[in-house]
């Protein structure tokens, strides 16, 4: 079992719908980055968040230390929103840079 | 300046050939990263330089070396590379270490014949 699990794989939306991503973890993290990755390669990091909830337009990203869930919403979807989601955690105590990657989340938004 | 610059986007080498991947930003911060990324697979951590240290993951082939010349700087000398080592790199930074947002590069995109 990963360390760190996403869910769906793969997820398929209307736009304008409202998409939820979730990841969650078993090991002890100091932070848990949110990232997307459009094909072509780049990677644009999200949120980086330690407790809590985060927004940026249209994205929320929240955290629940405790149940050590996060899920990564997206409001009013769009086709430009399709990539792969990525969330990374920070293993407390682990080395520097080192992020526990899950397997990432492919969204496609059809207009 | 909010970018980490790669170059170049994409490489094909043979085998036998030395060539080097260069990873720059100019945001003042003190861990840069090398990743590894095959298709449909998250990326795998290759190096840190952080605070003029470089830590390197061991499972790592020697056929791969960094080098940093300076603090906006962090090189990747590819040398006697096989097919399976054929990936997205991607370079990255961040202001302080993993607990800070982190900037990706737009990586390259390397081919192994």
């Known amino acids: 079992k990963n360390e760190v699990e996403q869910s769906p794989q793969n997820l398929t939306a209307q736009e304008g719908e409202f998409i939820t991503i979730n990841c969650s973890y078993s090991v002890g993290i100091s932070a848990l980055h949110w990232l997307q990755q459009h094909p072509g390669g780049g990677i644009v990091s999200l949120f980086m968040l330690s407790s809590g909830k985060k927004k940026h337009g249209r994205l929320i990203a929240t955290i629940n230390i405790q149940e050590k869930h996060s899920s990564l919403h997206i409001t009013a979807s769009h086709p430009r929103d399709s990539a792969v989601y990525i969330c990374?955690?920070?293993?407390?105590?682990?080395?520097?840079?080192?992020?526990?990657f899950g397997k990432g989340t492919k969204l496609s938004v059809k207009p | 300046d909010t970018e980490v610059t790669q170059t170049p986007k994409h490489l094909v080498m043979g085998m036998t050939n030395k060539k080097s991947l260069k990873c720059e930003q100019h945001?003042?911060?003190?861990?840069m990263y090398w990743y590894k990324q095959k298709a449909k697979k998250p990326p795998e951590l290759m190096f840190v330089y952080s605070y003029e240290k470089l830590s390197i993951n061991e499972s790592v082939p020697s056929r791969f070396s960094p080098e940093c010349p300076n603090s906006s700087l962090l090189n990747l000398h590819l040398h006697a590379l096989q097919p399976e080592d054929s990936a997205l790199y991607l370079c990255a930074s961040s202001l302080l270490g993993a607990v800070e947002k982190l900037f990706f590069g737009s990586g390259t995109q390397l081919s192994v014949l």
């Open positions: 945001m003042g911060h003190r861990a």
């Open positions: 990374a955690a920070v293993n407390y105590g682990g080395s520097q840079g080192n992020l526990i």
